[in-house]
Structure formats: C-alpha cells, structure tokens
C-alpha cells in the first residue's frame, strides 16, 4: 500500500480536506467550500472574480411571432468588442458570461430591416431580459402584414381623429388577442406592442385630445411602419470576440450535494463584496447522561444537555478586479475544540494556537484568465478530505461519521486552483501539515485535489496527501492518505409536492504513517501497522420542492495505531498533552462503525432546522460514561498524568507508580468512565446569509 499511495501522492492532485486532527465546499468535501465549493452559491465569486450576467430575450415580428435565425449582436460599448449569438426555433436568444457595462443590441434577418439600437444597462450577476422586434423590409418580397387603409384627407380633424382612434383600439385589440396566446411559462415580461413599431406621428392640428394618445400622419404612405434606426455599421472584416469562457461548474445546479450550501442567493452582496454570515446552535442529549455534561469523539458535539453555539461566524468574499480574497471568522465552540486538535504548535513559540482562535478562513488570492480559471490563493483555507463540510449548515447530517470527524477541516498554506474546462478542476497545495498551523518537524505537506463533475447528477472528488512529517518531535515519521467520494443524484422530480429528490454520497478513505519506527504494514523491520481504513455512506431524500428531507447512513474505521483517532478530552486533555487514559501508541487499535438518521425542516435557503438520532459504537472503551470525564473538583491543569481520587494529579504517567504516588492501592487513582457505544440525540437551528 505504501508504495501505491506514494505514487498518488506525488502526481495526483486532490480537494482541500476537513481537519482533525479533523479536515473540512471548496472546505472539509470536495468543493470550494468543498466547496467549490466550494459552497455552488460562490461559485463566481469563488473562482474567477467579479460574477458575469447575461442578456437574453425573444425575437419577434411586427405580429409578435417568433423569429428563428436572427442574428442578434451585443456590443459592448465599454470594451468595443461585439458578442454575436443566434435566435432559436422559438426565437429566443441568450448571451452568456458577459462582464457588466452598456450593450448596444442589434437584431438582423434577411428579408426583415434592422432592428432599432436598443442600449442597455448590465449590473454584476445580471439576467437581463431584452426582446427585440423587427419590421418587414420594404419591397423585400418578403410577405408582411396587410397595409391598413389611409386615413380619408378630406375628413374633417374631428373625424380623422375619430378613425385613428378607432384604428389603434382595433391594433390594442389584436395586441391583446395576440399576447394571450402565449404559450404559458414562456415569457418572463410582456412582449413589445405593436403601436411600438409604428413610427412618430405627427399632431393633428386644431385637435384637442389626451396627450397619451398618439396621433397618425394623414398620408397613406406614412401609415406604412417605418423602418427602424438602421444599426451602426460594423466592419465584417473584424473578428467577432469570442465567448468568455464559462465560469467552472456553474452548468448545473449543485445545490443537491452533501457539503456544499443549498443557498443560491446572497443579501449581503454588492459590487466588491459577497457577505456572509453563519450562526449554529443545537442542543445535544447523550442517553449515557455524563454527569459533568462532557462529550469526546466528535468535532461536532461536545456537551451534553445543554443549549450551546457551535458556530457564529462572518465575512465573506471579496473580489475586485482579478484580485480575490475571503475571511471568515469562527467564534463559539469551534473556537476552542478545532485548535485543540492541532499538536503542531508545540514546536517553536508565539503561541500559534490563539494567533489563529477566531479564524476559519483567511486569503487572499489572484485570479487569472486561463482556460476557465487559474486562482493562487495563499492562507488559511478549508480542507475538502472527508466530504462533509466544515460548516454543518451545508451537510446532509449533523454528526458525520469517522472518515469526516477524524480527518482535516483546514489547511494553512497555498493552493492553486486550475480549471481546464467547465467541468474539471485541478488543485495542488503547498501546506504546512496535516490540519496544523506549523511544520511540526522539517518537512511541509504537499497534496491537492481534482474535481470532476461531467454531468448534473455526478460529482466526483479525488483528495491526496502526502511528504508532510505530522508527529511532533519524529522527524523520520511521515503520512500518505488518500480520501475519494462519488456523489449520485438519481432522482430529480421538482415539480413534486411529495417525494421530489433523491441522492447518495459514498466515501473511502485509506492512509498510512511509515518511518519512525512504525509502517504501513506492520511488518517486523518496520515497526507497529499504523494505517487508517475507513468508508462512508449516506442516502438522501428531499419532499415538498425540497422543503423537507430525511439523510440515513453512517459508517467505519479501522485505526491500528490511532494516529487519526480524536482524543477524548479526559482532564482536559488535547493534540499535544495527550491522556494516560486512552494511549495513542503504534500498536493502539482503535475499531468503530456509527449510523445516523436526520430529518430537516428548511422553510427557506437561509434556515435548516435538523433533529438528528445516532449511534456509535467503538472496540474499545471511548464515550463519555454516567460518571464523566472530569476529574473531581475538575481539571487539575496535568492532563498528561493520571489524577488522584481527591482530584489532585499524581505527576506520574504509570500507573503503579500513579498509585503509590496518590497514597497506594489502584482505588487512589481516579479513572473516568468510558463506554463502548454513544446513542445521541441533536436538535440544532442553522442560519446562513
């Protein structure tokens, strides 16, 4: 194994991971915010800047038919180039990934006159709506709409205006006639008049009237629909500019994918800045009932009985020309259990662990018009291994199984993001470790992340690390893991009102540590097996267009050597003290399978309200017990030794000499109450904007 996954290492790029000693839409998954998830709802922002609009419309002609093949051009008056795209069978067109700015838009068709230059306003992120409407050429041969008859010139005013009165209702009539056979759905706005392709008409003189009345020119010549302003003329010779590449992913809609936010829209967004806000309280009840109301073994639950916010985060994007950034804060519990994870920051001074507290996402970034995308972005970032997301709002479960838990949420270094086609996304990372702030010996990590998504219901995330020495003070000990997700959305019935969707995602995750005196294998040479075998899958149902949805799944771990396995924080114990009470030595086995069951209440994109039951279930004793994990009168500020029945530590991490240390016999040594199996039920309130 230690040779295959060496091979992945070094050429195979994979997706930022969640941290856990855990890992992260684009974050913990597979997008830029596993992101690319990210989170779908930054995609733009995300990969490529400043967000393109469009400008779409339907052609028609003077009878408000559709118009097939007419060549409309979009030229943008700021950049002086020009867009040309062809009207349908239904005579619609769209114009994609244009930048904001002033667009001239000229329709042409053989037989038919230049449409009139229509000028028009496109704001960042736009779908704007333009419908043009071209007149028969005249003497064109081409058969056009019956003349209507001349006005009588030896009519008096009086009754000339009556008989153009008359005309224009019988035209308003028609209009109306017309329009109401538009075939429903089809049209987003009104459709142009027909009085607004008749030509200016001069007053009649001596005749009083409502000014909001036109007046027809008395000649039958004139009663003829003028041509429209001709359009300006355009040298063929030049090329048309091509189509801006498209932004990556945004084909299809990834709302559906577990660890990727369902929101679509953003109120907290202007022109430089897409504003974001995050807020996660729950309510967790563990039916062992710890009497000091601690939980372990999680990155997502940690008291229980108890009201608590998980997360209070905000910030956002921002994006100014190709220079790109995002900063996310992270306060409430995550403040305090993701760094604890982290032992790296035992090595060297200036306390990186508090430098680092309050922030979840932090760079700043350059994008470059290659292909679809090429970002640089350096800093703190979101991990993609484990497919869930760091943020518990963008998942299809609360408490996600070990695979998840147990590997990154963030990565501290550089990323590039390369996106050859719309579909495809290819991103290496230079980073300083395994979810560390710091280099915990002489060696960086080195991975990535490629993500493919070929069609609307697959996506597919391939994550890979390796090189990067994470044992604090063991130089000669070094990691590889490999962390590949499959994501199948195979039903998809919006128009439901009962069952409407549904997906599954399925995760393997496979790892090692060798040198140091342990090995992949485990052989005699190499030292204890320290590896990591572990999968995940979840199945989920939405009802009610996506109203309401139900997640069931769950999963395993294999950790000879617990190298990846959370520690429970017995005392108060984290990454870098460690415990006496639950060892991580080479040799330490650690089994554990888990299944959850999730129902959601989602009355809108920017609220979830979750109940979630769940089991888990581990080889040997790890779930806080009836009597807690806190020794009496509390934590005594010496994690790393065994404590004493009074409470006071016994300076001594073995026990024999713990006991005659806390006056002799093992009832002077205090032990916390560990179980082999959790049931857990969660009730949580989500906000995201």
Not at 137 to 153: E, F
Not at 355 to 367: K, L, N, Q, T
Not at 393 to 417: E, H, I, K, L, M
């Amino acid at each position: 194994m230690s040779a295959i996954a060496g091979a992945v290492l070094v050429l195979e790029i994979a997706a930022p991971p969640k941290c856990s000693a855990q890992t992260s839409t684009l974050h913990r998954n597979g997008t830029e915010s596993a992101g690319l998830a990210a989170d779908p709802s930054r995609a733009a922002a995300a990969y490529k800047g400043p967000t393109l609009g469009e400008i779409h419309g339907v052609a028609r002609d003077s009878s408000l038919a559709p118009l097939a093949k007419v060549r409309v051009t979009l030229h943008s008056v700021n950049e002086n180039s020009d867009l040309t795209v062809f009207s349908d069978r239904d005579g619609v067109f769209v114009a994609h990934n244009l930048t904001p700015g002033s667009y001239q838009v000229i329709a042409n068709k053989e037989g038919f006159a230049a449409s009139a230059v229509s000028t028009v306003r496109l704001e960042v992120g736009e779908s704007l709506r333009d419908d043009v409407t071209l007149v028969t050429a005249a003497r064109s041969g081409v058969a056009s709409t019956p003349a209507q008859p001349a006005a009588n010139p030896d009519a008096s005013p009086a009754e000339r205006e009556q008989q153009l009165l008359d005309r224009i209702d019988r035209l308003e009539r028609r209009l109306a006639a017309l329009e109401s056979k538009e075939p429903r759905g089809k049209a987003e706005t009104p459709a142009p008049t027909l009085l607004a392709s008749l030509a200016p008409i001069p007053s009649l003189p001596n005749a009083s009237r409502p000014t909001d009345v036109p007046t027809l020119p008395s000649s039958a010549a004139a009663m003829e629909p003028a041509a429209a302003s001709p359009a300006p003329v355009v040298d063929q010779r030049q090329s048309v500019a091509k189509p801006a590449p498209t932004e990556p992913f945004a084909y299809a809609d990834w709302t559906w994918l577990n660890g990727n936010a369902r929101t679509t829209e953003s109120p907290l967004s202007t022109k430089y800045v897409t504003g974001e806000f995050r807020a996660d309280t729950n309510y967790t009840l563990d039916q062992n009932h710890p009497r000091d109301d601690s939980l372990g073994g999680s990155t997502e639950t940690f008291r229980s009985d108890e009201v608590q916010v998980e997360q209070l985060s905000f910030g956002g994007d921002l994006h100014v020309g190709n220079v790109r950034g995002r900063v996310l804060t992270m306060f409430g519990m995550f403040a305090t259990t993701t760094p604890r994870n982290d032992p790296s920051t035992v090595v060297g001074q200036w306390d990186l662990r508090n430098a680092y507290r309050y922030v979840s996402e932090a760079w700043g970034g350059y994008h470059f018009n290659v292909n679809h995308g090429l970002n640089i972005d350096a800093g703190i970032f979101v991990s993609y291994i484990g497919l869930f997301s760091y943020y518990n709002f963008d998942n299809w479960a609360y408490q996600p199984s070990y695979v998840s838990s147990n590997t990154p949420w963030f990565f501290n270094g550089v990323r590039v993001q390369w996106f050859p086609t719309d579909k495809l996304k290819i991103e290496p990372w230079f980073i300083n470790g395994w979810q560390s702030y710091a280099r915990s010996n002489r060696k960086p990590g080195l991975g990535g992340q490629i993500l493919y998504r070929p069609k609307p219901w697959l996506s597919m995330v391939f994550n890979n690390y390796g090189m990067g020495e994470d044992a604090p003070f063991n130089p000669g000990r070094s990691r590889i893991h490999t962390d590949d997700s499959v994501e199948v959305k195979y039903f998809d019935h919006k128009e439901n009102t009962g069952l409407d969707k549904m997906a599954f995602s399925f995760t393997g995750d496979a790892g090692c540590e060798y040198g140091g005196g342990v090995s992949c294998s485990g052989n005699h040479k190499g030292g204890q097996k320290q590896a990591f075998l572990g999968w995940m899958a979840y199945n989920r149902w939405w009802f009610d267009k996506d109203r309401y949805g139900i997640t069931l799944g769950g999963g395993m771990m294999n950790n000879p050597g617990r190298y990846l396995t959370l520690l429970p924080p017995i005392n108060g114990a984290d990454a870098i003290s460690g415990t006496p009470y639950f060892t991580e030595n080479p040799g330490d086995k650690m089994r554990a399978w888990d299944t959850t069951l999730t129902l959601d209440w989602m009355p809108s994109q920017f609220i979830t309200f979750r109940f979630e039951n769940g089991y888990r279930f581990s080889s040997v004793p790890y779930w806080s017990g009836r009597g807690g994990i806190t020794p009496p009168g509390g934590n005594n500020g010496f994690p790393q030794y065994f404590a004493c029945s009074s409470g006071g530590s016994s300076g001594q991490s073995v026990l024999a000499a713990a006991e005659a240390a806390c006056g002799g016999g093992l009832s002077s040594v205090w032990f916390p109450d560990l179980r082999q199996g959790q049931f857990v039920t969660t009730l949580a309130l989500m906000v995201k904007f």
